[in-house]
């Protein structure tokens, strides 16, 4: 694989402000960022800092008022609406802190969205879905409602659907912060475990998880801190993973604006292939 | 994504019934209240489709409508039978006349003289004793709905015409006019005796156009005669109807009604439909957000209209349909006429309503920002 196509996120001077006149908030005030493919990168900060806006820049939702983002070599700016709706479809996937189920889907239902969104016919796609939920642990809930799950169900599912059309980024907001401890834990080893994953080419996968919960920093391969509006210059904190996934990644300890491209690590009892 | 369209608008009970409710309402509404405008109109024609046989009816010239009495004379008569290219020419008699029933009760009563040798403008069927016995001095058959209006008098029964006795000698059928009065069939002769208006009791001549000749000429050709103008079945029909539209203001008021039909399924459908459509703006950012095209999302919000809006059309035109069956029983005195015409009418007022709903709801979809999702 070429370098270039390790790069998954490059932001360089990315602004975004809401509103005008008094009103005005200023939420990125120049983001420079790149991040390899392969990792785990957590982006943290104090609540209002712009941690939620830059995770929309960059994953397409939202469009930057200044400066370039790209994610493998896609420059949204460049793009038409539709043509980044299209390049979502297939770059993309989502996690978000309230789930954002569609409830009168069923489990299955709702992991096959991303697939008919995209034209997939509906029987290979329930197939993938409910390949997707077995991983994620839930094969015997695929004709639930959303209703009729736990908080932790439901991010499982939501985990299932953002990884059924295997994206090459997924975004996590907050992903545990509606959840105990326990179940956040369970949720954080799937997306840990899809950091890992790769595209249907065999490309890796980058993870970008925003979140407040200190419990979670040992998950990540690298940490960005955020500070009213732009990224730290060095990373305040470095929480060291545990004992298996301790190897430094240099790229990291280098914070902001070196591109950290870790060595793919071995898979283990992680299944590559979600 | 068109199931995931329907399990969102099926999935949302209470809106969904109140919104195939709103929307049958209003299509019930605005057909219902057609059907019964299309039913007076038709009935107001009534006395013109009871006679089939003429080419022309002839009036007073200043005549509005079919049911308005405006005597003619011998002399008219006489005058429109000599006229060029006409064939036969026969009085017939159509005014309200007091009516004493056997009880001592009495009312109004629609009368009606025939001829009494060729019998032209008979009642279209006779349901009971023969249509003949009219030449009986006095004799008179009773229209079917009038029965129960005349306190069920029977075969031989003697009524009261102004005073003069007349006698029941069987029953008809016939359409009544727009006020429904209770019709009563007897020979222009018996009418002369009933009804004291000397020898200028005509309403019409109804006039046969020798065959061959040309029906316009001889129009033309009654129509230069004095105080009299010939009309044609479908310029009557039409007198009538414009007559009943503009005249009695049932235009007027049935516009209304079908106009406010339409603006409470314009506004209850649409305002409900938009709320619907708000409260999924979530799933609808969560779509775009995961890649769902505008095409699509437009698709999903009009695939949910027109179920909706099938729906209700379907419960409002029903609705009115039996209502229409209803009206048809006999004794009813309910008119409604229910044509293919007023299907597509409704269909369209169903179409108007779904259309301001789902305008709004496209342009909040579309105009969504895909980044609420992380809201
Ligand atoms: N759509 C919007 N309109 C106006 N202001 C906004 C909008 N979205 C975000 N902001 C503002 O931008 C700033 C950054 O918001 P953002 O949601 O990115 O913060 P955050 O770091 O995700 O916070 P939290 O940890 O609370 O989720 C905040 O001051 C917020 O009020
Ligand atoms: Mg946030």
């Keep these: 694989m070429s370098g270039a196509a390790e790069h998954a996120v490059r932001l360089r001077g990315v602004r975004k402000r809401f509103g005008r006149g008094n009103t005005e908030v200023r939420a990125l005030r120049g983001v420079d960022l790149d991040l390899a493919a392969g990792q785990l990168v957590m982006l943290v900060g104090p609540s209002g800092c712009g941690k939620t806006t830059l995770v929309s820049v960059i994953s397409g939702v939202l469009d930057a008022d200044e400066g370039v983002a790209e994610v493998f070599g896609v420059d949204w700016g460049t793009l038409s609406a539709e043509q980044k709706t299209a390049r979502r479809a297939e770059l993309v996937g989502f996690v978000f802190q309230q789930f954002n189920l569609l409830a009168p889907l069923r489990a299955w239902e709702n992991v096959a969205v991303p697939l008919v969104v995209r034209g997939t016919p509906l029987p290979r796609a329930k197939q993938a879905a409910v390949e997707a939920l077995r991983r994620v642990g839930l094969a015997d809930r695929a004709e639930a409602l959303p209703a009729q799950l736990s908080g932790g169900m439901q991010q499982r599912v939501a985990i299932a659907r953002a990884l059924v059309g295997r994206p090459r980024l997924l975004v996590c907001d907050e992903p545990t912060a509606n959840l105990d401890a326990r179940t956040g834990q369970t949720v954080m080893d799937l997306i840990k475990e899809a950091a890992s994953g790769r595209d249907e080419q065999g490309r890796r996968r980058c993870v970008i998880v925003v979140t407040h919960d200190n419990r979670t920093f040992h998950y990540a391969d690298r940490i960005e801190e955020m500070e009213d509006g732009v990224l730290k210059q060095t990373p305040a904190e470095f929480i060291l993973r545990e004992a298996t996934h301790a190897e430094p990644h240099a790229a990291s300890a280098g914070g902001a604006g070196g591109v950290a491209g870790g060595p793919p690590r071995p898979g283990g009892a992680i299944d590559a292939d979600f | ?375």
């Design chain 2, 1 to 375: 994504m068109w199931r995931i369209a329907l399990r969102m608008l099926l999935g949302d009970r209470p809106k969904y019934l109140a919104l195939v409710c709103g929307l049958g309402f209003a299509v019930l509404l605005i057909s219902q209240q057609a059907a019964i405008f299309m039913g007076l109109l038709i009935r107001a024609t009534g006395p013109l489709q009871n006679v089939a046989q003429p080419d022309l009816w002839v009036a007073n010239k200043f005549v509005r409508y079919v049911s308005e009495t405006r005597a003619l004379s011998d002399e008219d008569l006489s005058r429109v039978r000599s006229t060029p290219g006409v064939l036969w020419a026969e009085p017939f008699f159509s005014s309200r006349v007091q009516c004493d029933l056997p009880s001592g009760n009495s009312r109004y009563i629609q009368l009606v003289g025939i001829d009494r040798t060729t019998m032209v403008g008979q009642p279209p069927v006779v349901t009971e004793g023969r249509l003949e016995d009219l030449r009986i001095e006095g004799a008179v058959l009773v229209e079917e709905s009038a029965r129960s209006k005349l306190e069920n008098v029977r075969i031989g029964d003697t009524l009261k015409l102004n005073d003069r006795r007349a006698i029941v000698v069987g029953y008809c059928r016939a359409k009544p006019g727009f006020d429904s009065p209770a019709v009563v069939y007897t020979t222009y002769a018996n009418c002369l005796r009933f009804v004291p208006l000397g020898r200028n009791a005509m309403t019409y001549v109804l006039v046969k156009v020798r065959p061959g000749a040309d029906v316009r000429r001889v129009q033309e050709e009654i129509g230069r005669l004095p105080d009299v103008a010939a009309f044609t079945h479908a310029e009557m029909t039409d007198r009538t109807v414009r007559f009943i539209l503009i005249e009695t203001g049932i235009g007027i008021n049935f516009g209304i009604t079908v106009l406010l039909g339409l603006i409470v399924g314009l506004a209850v459908s649409g305002a409900i439909f938009y709320q619907f459509t708000m409260e999924n703006s979530r799933n609808y950012a969560v779509l775009k957000a995961m890649g769902a095209r505008r095409g699509a999302l437009i698709g999903m919000v009009l695939l949910q209209a027109v179920w909706v809006g099938l729906i209700g059309y379907g419960v409002g035109v029903g609705c009115t349909a039996l209502f229409t069956l209803q009206s048809r029983q006999p004794g009813m005195e309910l008119a409604a006429y229910f044509p293919w015409q007023l299907l597509v009418g409704s269909l369209v007022g169903m179409i108007l309503c779904i259309s301001v709903g789902s305008l709004l709801s496209l342009r909040r979809v579309l105009r969504l920002e895909p980044a609420v999702v992380f809201k």
